[in-house]
C-alpha cells in the first residue's frame, strides 16, 4: 500500500506550479511543501508579457499570481533562485546547484519551456534576439523599444502576432516574417487567418509569408536580415517567436522516459518512475483516442497540475480536458476551442466588422472545434457541443438568431 506524501515538491515558477499548491491545499493536503525555482522572484503570471507588461501598462505587482503572505498562509517553502542540478530517482531526492539536497515523497516536474533562437547558422553572433517567454525577457524588449523604430518578428504564431499587436500600438514600424503561407496557422482555418492579418494591417503592421530568412547581421544598433528573394530589411529590433523547447534535460538525465521532446506521463500525469509527475509545457501525453501531445498553453498548464496533484493524494481521475487556447490582439479576444482544423468547410457565424465572430470546426459534419472572436458568452455552450461531437446543421451554426446554449442542452 502506498504511503500518503508527507512532503511534496514542485520544480518551477509557473502557473502550474501554483495550480499544484492551490489543489494540494483544497483537497486537505496537510504535509510540507517546497517551491524551488531557478527564478529568484515570486512566481508571476507570463501572458501579459507579450501585451500589458511589455507595454508598460502593468507593472511586475499586478502579475504575481500570488504576494508572498499567501505562500505563508498556504505553509509553503519557498526557494527562488534556487536551479536544480539533478534528481536522484531512485533515492527521491533533489541536488541543487548552489548545495544541498531536498528529499521528497512526490515530485511535480513543471519547469515548462524555453523560447527557441534562430541558429547560428543564420544569425551572426552579435545579432540581439529578443524572445518573450519570461519577465527579463519582456523587461529586455522594453527598453529596446520606442517611437519609430523599426521592428522585425520572425514567426506569425500566437506570441509574435501578440508582440506586433504591442509594438506597433507603441509607435513601433513593425513587420512579420512568417515562413508559412498564413499566420496564426496552427490555431486558425485559412479565412480566420487571412481576416486576422487584415486586422493586423489595418493597424499598420507588415505582414510578409512564404519567407525564407537567408542571413542575418549587425552593423552598429541596426540589423541587416536578408531574405530569400534577395531582398533586405533593416531593424532596430529583432523580436523572434519561433516556438519553444521543453525544459525536459532534468528528467532526460534522471532516465525519465521522453517522448516529443518533452517528458511522457500516462493519464494520472505521472512519468515512467513511480511518485514523480510531470505537467504543463514540459509534459507529453494522450488523450483516450487521440496520439501523443504537447500542449504549450495556459490553460492546460493549470488543468494538468491540478490532476496531477489530486492523483498525488491518490484522489484523481483519468486526464480528458478539451484544448483551450486564448489570445488577446488590439481589442479583439480569440479562443480556440478544440481543433482549429476542419475537413469540412469552416462555417462563419457573426463578422469582425459586427464586433463578433464564431468560426466552427467540423469533420464529417460533426462539430471538433471552435475559434471565437469577442465572444466569450457562448464558450461554455460551445465546448458542451465539441465535447459531445454534435452533428449541428452548418446554416443552424451560422445563424446568429440560433441559440448555441438550446443546441448545446438538446446535443
Known amino acids: 500500500m502506498t504511503m500518503a506524501p508527507q512532503n511534496i515538491v514542485l520544480i518551477g515558477g509557473g502557473v502550474a506550479a501554483l495550480s499544484a499548491i492551490e489543489t494540494l491545499r483544497t483537497e486537505g493536503y496537510e504535509g510540507a511543501i517546497h517551491l524551488v525555482s531557478d527564478e529568484a522572484e515570486l512566481p508571476y503570471d507570463r501572458p501579459p508579457l507579450s501585451k500589458a507588461y511589455l507595454s508598460g501598462e502593468a507593472a511586475l ?10 505562500y505563508d498562509s498556504q505553509r509553503v517553502q519557498l526557494l527562488l533562485g534556487q536551479p536544480v542540478a539533478s534528481i536522484d530517482v531512485a533515492g527521491q531526492a533533489l541536488q541543487l546547484q548552489r548545495g544541498g539536497r531536498l528529499a521528497f515523497d512526490r515530485l511535480l516536474i513543471a519547469t515548462g519551456a524555453r523560447a527557441r533562437t534562430l541558429p547560428g547558422a543564420v ?9 518573450v517567454r519570461t519577465r527579463a525577457d519582456a523587461d529586455g524588449l522594453r527598453q529596446a523599444m520606442r517611437p519609430g523604430a523599426r521592428a522585425v518578428l520572425v514567426g506569425g504564431g500566437v506570441i509574435g ?9 507603441q509607435g513601433c514600424e513593425v513587420t512579420v516574417l512568417e515562413a508559412g503561407d498564413r499566420v496564426m496557422a496552427r490555431f486558425f482555418p485559412p479565412k480566420l487567418s487571412a481576416l486576422l492579418a487584415a486586422v493586423h494591417a489595418g493597424e499598420g503592421v507588415k505582414i510578409r509569408t512564404g519567407v525564407g530568412i537567408m542571413a542575418i547581421t549587425q552593423r552598429g544598433a541596426v540589423s541587416f536580415i536578408s531574405l530569400a528573394d534577395g531582398s533586405t530589411l533593416e531593424a532596430e529590433v529583432l523580436v523572434v517567436g519561433v516556438g519553444a523547447t521543453p525544459n525536459s534535460e ?3 538525465a534522471a532516465g525519465l522516459r521522453l517522448r516529443l521532446q518533452g517528458i511522457e506521463v500516462d493519464d494520472a500525469a505521472m512519468t515512467s518512475a513511480p511518485n514523480l509527475y510531470a505537467a504543463g509545457d514540459v509534459a507529453t501525453f494522450r488523450l483516450p483516442g487521440h496520439d501523443w501531445a504537447r500542449w504549450e498553453n495556459w490553460t492546460h498548464a493549470r488543468l494538468q497540475a491540478a490532476h496531477a496533484a489530486r492523483h498525488m493524494l491518490g484522489k484523481g481521475l483519468a486526464y480528458t480536458e478539451l484544448p483551450w487556447v486564448w489570445s488577446d490582439q488590439y481589442d479583439m479576444n480569440l479562443q480556440v476551442l478544440g481543433s482549429p482544423v476542419s475537413d469540412d468547410p469552416v462555417v462563419l457565424r457573426g463578422s469582425l466588422e459586427g464586433g463578433r465572430l464564431a468560426a466552427f470546426h467540423r469533420r464529417d459534419g460533426r462539430l471538433i472545434g471552435a475559434t471565437l472572436v469577442n465572444d466569450g458568452k457562448h464558450k461554455s455552450a460551445v465546448r458542451k ?3 459531445k461531437g454534435a452533428l449541428v446543421p452548418p ?3 451560422a445563424d446568429p ?7 448545446a442542452a438538446q446535443a
Open 61 to 70: 505587482p499586478t502579475i504575481l499570481l500570488h504576494d508572498a503572505a499567501w
Open 385 to 387: 457541443l465539441v465535447e
Open 401 to 407: 438568431a440560433v441559440d448555441l446554449k438550446k443546441l
Open 161 to 169: 502576432m501578440e508582440v506586433a499587436a504591442t509594438l506597433v500600438q
Open 395 to 397: 446554416e443552424q451554426l
Open 123 to 131: 544569425v551572426a553572433a552579435d545579432v540581439p534576439q529578443h524572445v
Open 250 to 252: 532534468l528528467a532526460e
